[in-house]
C-alpha cells in the first residue's frame, strides 16, 4: 500500500552533516560533535550527494556508527539521515491508561469526572488547589 509521507512504525528523521578532513574510514559524530544516532536499518546515507548502498559502500549495525567507507577526501561531505522506530506502545490511548512515570506538564490540567482520586500527601508549602464546579474545595 502506497502511502504519503512516512511509512507505518517509523519516527522522526534526525539529519547530521559530517565534513571530512581527510582519509576518514569511519564516522560517529556530525560537524557539531552530536553523536550519531540511528536505528539499524532505518537510515540513509549520502556522500557529496549521492545516496550509498548499505552493505556496499558502508556498514551501520551498532546504531552509532557508520563504518566500512572508502577513505574520505578533505572536504568530503556526508550526510546521514536517521529515523527512529515509533511504537504504538508508547501511546496511551483516548479510552485511558497508566503512566508508569512521572507526568510533567507545562500548563494546567484539567480533569472532569464525577469521582477524582488523588494519591499523595499535599504540604502546606505546596501550590495544589482542588476546584469542583467552579468553587474550590477546602
Do not use: H, W
Amino acid at each position: 500500500m502506497a502511502y504519503i509521507g512516512q511509512e507505518p512504525g517509523l519516527g522522526e528523521a534526525e539529519r547530521f552533516i559530517f565534513t571530512a578532513s581527510g582519509g576518514e574510514t569511519s564516522v560517529t559524530a556530525d560537524d557539531n560533535g552530536v553523536l550519531i544516532n540511528y536505528t539499524v536499518g532505518q537510515l540513509s546515507v549520502y556522500l557529496n550527494g549521492v545516496k550509498l548502498v548499505l552493505g556496499t559502500d558502508f556498514t551501520a549495525t551498532n546504531g552509532s556508527t557508520i563504518t566500512g567507507l572508502s577513505a574520505l577526501t578533505a572536504s568530503d561531505v556526508m550526510e546521514v539521515i536517521a529515523l527512529s522506530t515509533y511504537s504504538p506502545a508508547d501511546t496511551v490511548p483516548a479510552t485511558g491508561g497508566t503512566f508508569t512515570g512521572n507526568v510533567i506538564m507545562g500548563a494546567n490540567l484539567t480533569v472532569s469526572g464525577t469521582t477524582t482520586t488523588i494519591d499523595t500527601a499535599v504540604t502546606v508549602s505546596d501550590a495544589m488547589v482542588i476546584n469542583n464546579a467552579g468553587s474550590d474545595v477546602a
